[in-house]
């Protein structure tokens, strides 16, 4: 298996675009992790899914932040509009259990200028 | 405020030294993970600790889980520049029937050759 995906790998954007940032899981993992990680914050969960349905939402931070997950191989986290404060490195992440090992993908970074 | 608070924040040594990393919480977890994350890449699991009082040893690495599963230590001995890394501690929260893993800020530990 080639592991969890992401794309893009860099996305530069201007405040107020928005952005799209994907993930395919490794095939078989029932979880789908989005966190972002940041100087200052450190690594946050921003929201999960169980069996492609959202579970957990509340560190999203705001209505700005949307995620998807249409089927068990593909999600997508949106923001709009972008903001500058939304420069991080968005990782997602897949595994079998909700307390198991979790198997990350390398990560987009993001920066909102 | 960080629910898992890791220290110390940076670390730099020389090759041939021990060290020891440290993860605490007011909360009590029902395993703790420690995953290392190199420069451009997600972090990868070492360890899984479940047990109060666990120790778990990995080549040079020792990993224990405290008593009462509020903290965590890691000790490398002998570092390598191959140590070098950013490495993070992980709680498993168990509240209203969903689990969730809260990271720690990570210690980013430099070993010199």
């Known amino acids: 298996d080639a592991g969890v995906i992401q794309s893009p790998r860099h996305e530069v954007t201007e405040m107020g675009q928005e952005v799209t940032l994907r993930c395919k899981p490794i095939?078989?993992?029932?979880?789908l992790f989005w966190y972002r990680q940041t100087m200052m914050r450190g690594l946050e969960l921003l929201i999960y899914f169980n069996n492609n349905v959202p579970i957990d939402d509340s560190g999203m931070p705001e209505d700005r932040f949307s995620a998807k997950m249409p089927n068990a191989s593909f999600s997508t986290l949106k923001i709009q509009p972008s903001e500058p404060r939304d420069s991080a490195v968005y990782f997602c992440?897949?595994?079998?259990?909700?307390?198991?090992?979790?198997?990350f993908g390398p990560g987009t970074r993001l920066t909102v200028l | 405020t960080q629910l898992l608070e890791q220290s110390p924040q940076f670390l730099s040594i020389q090759e041939g030294e021990n060290l020891t990393v440290y993860c605490n919480s007011s909360?009590?977890?029902?395993?703790l993970q420690w995953y290392r994350q190199e420069p451009g890449e997600g972090p990868v699991l070492l360890v899984t600790v479940v047990t109060g009082g666990e120790v778990k040893k990995l080549k040079r690495l020792t990993f224990q889980f405290g008593d009462a599963r509020k903290d965590s230590s890691l000790h490398i001995t002998a570092a390598q520049p191959g140590d070098t890394g950013l490495y993070l501690c992980a709680g498993l929260l168990t509240q209203g029937g969903s689990e969730k893993l809260v990271f720690g800020k990570g210690t980013k530990l430099t070993v010199n050759p």
């Open positions: 909360s009590v977890f029902s395993s």
């Open positions: 992440a897949s595994s079998f259990s909700g307390g198991g090992e979790q198997f």
């Open positions: 095939s078989g993992h029932d979880y």
